[in-house]
């Protein structure tokens, strides 16, 4: 008995930490693809346009990817009234891709996408370039980056211990 629960312990302790996140998504628009990676090792998935959207130089436009995510997070089993996370909580960015920034000067607005976001996918892109910039329908202009967000616990304290840095503000580390 008591191997049977080391075995599923260690099963979920790699479920939560070190295994594969599931994604589920769903096609919002009949142009819209699933993420792929360009290179098995790639750190994040690309995501397409749905969209041929022109970005003036100095301006942002928002870019449709025709997609909804669904990270995986928890499995509610009904008859015994119980939620299990096996996965932990999972969130997400969206990047531009380094070759439009480098190539084009476009970058976007970064932000953290929670776990329970269900609206469609979409990139707000900035043009710094000294032209024009079209997106076409079907081009990869963005990346999406999964991680794992830890589960934090505040505890109040009257005074805090001193640090190293302690008052000393941005930039005091030196250069």
């Known amino acids: ?13 790699y479920l939560r930490y070190l295994g594969p996140i599931i994604v589920f998504f769903q096609k919002v628009d009949p142009l819209a693809k699933k993420p792929t990676k360009s290179y098995g090792r790639a750190a994040c998935w690309d995501v ?3 969209e ?5 130089t100095e301006q942002w436009r928002q870019v449709r990817l025709g997609i ?6 928890h499995f509610y089993i009904p008859f015994l009234s119980l939620t299990i996370t096996p996965f932990g909580n999972v969130a997400y960015k969206i990047h531009t ?6 190539r084009k000067g476009l970058r976007n607005h970064l932000g953290i996408i929670d776990n329970d976001y269900r609206e469609e996918l979409t990139v707000i892109i900035y043009n710094h370039g000294k032209y024009p910039f079209t997106v076409k329908k079907g081009d990869k202009i963005a990346q999406i ?4 967000v830890p589960t934090v616990i505040f505890f109040h304290k009257k005074k805090l ?4 840095r302690s008052t000393k503000g941005f930039g005091s580390s030196g250069r």
């Open 145 to 148: 980056e999964f991680f794992r």
């Open 161 to 164: 211990s001193n640090s190293a």
């Open 68 to 73: 909804k995510i669904a990270p995986a997070f």
């Open 48 to 50: 397409y346009s749905v």
């Open 52 to 56: 041929s959207v022109t970005i003036p």
């Open 97 to 102: 891709r380094s070759g439009l920034a480098f």
């Open 1 to 13: 008995m008591f191997t049977l629960i080391l075995v599923i312990f260690g099963i979920w302790i």
